[in-house]
């Protein structure tokens, strides 16, 4: 079964000492291979700031865009995984391994399928 994995954060890479930034991109790497390896990589991206982001709207035939940040939240939306797991409980594991989740917070969802 496939889950999304949504990483929610601060911008606190910012703040953070460049051997620290580097130890916590290697943990990425590292978790990424290791996904690949255990065929449980599906897809996965890092997202530019909030701030970047576009929301779209059709009301009444009309499209309406809005430039970001729209949520009065200090943690956005920075990134996700796309996981191949057994079940809910292994793809908490998987959402744990992200290095991220140490400063922010993964949500993980079942991706649904159709038909």
Not at 105 to 111: D, L, M, S
Request: net charge negative.
């Amino acid at each position: 079964m496939k889950y999304l994995c949504l990483i929610y954060e601060t911008d606190w890479w910012h703040e953070m000492p460049k051997a620290e930034l580097d130890a916590m991109l290697t943990e990425y790497r590292a978790l990424g291979e290791s996904l690949h390896a255990n065929g449980q990589y599906v897809a996965g991206q890092a997202l530019q700031p909030s701030s970047t982001a576009t929301l779209v709207r059709v009301r009444e035939g009309k499209t309406l865009t809005t430039d970001g940040p729209f949520a009065e939240t200090k943690e956005q939306l920075s990134g996700f995984y796309l996981v191949e797991a057994k079940d809910l409980n292994e793809a908490i594991q998987i959402a744990a391994r992200i290095p991220s989740a140490r400063h922010g917070a993964i949500e993980v969802r079942p991706i649904k399928v159709f038909g």
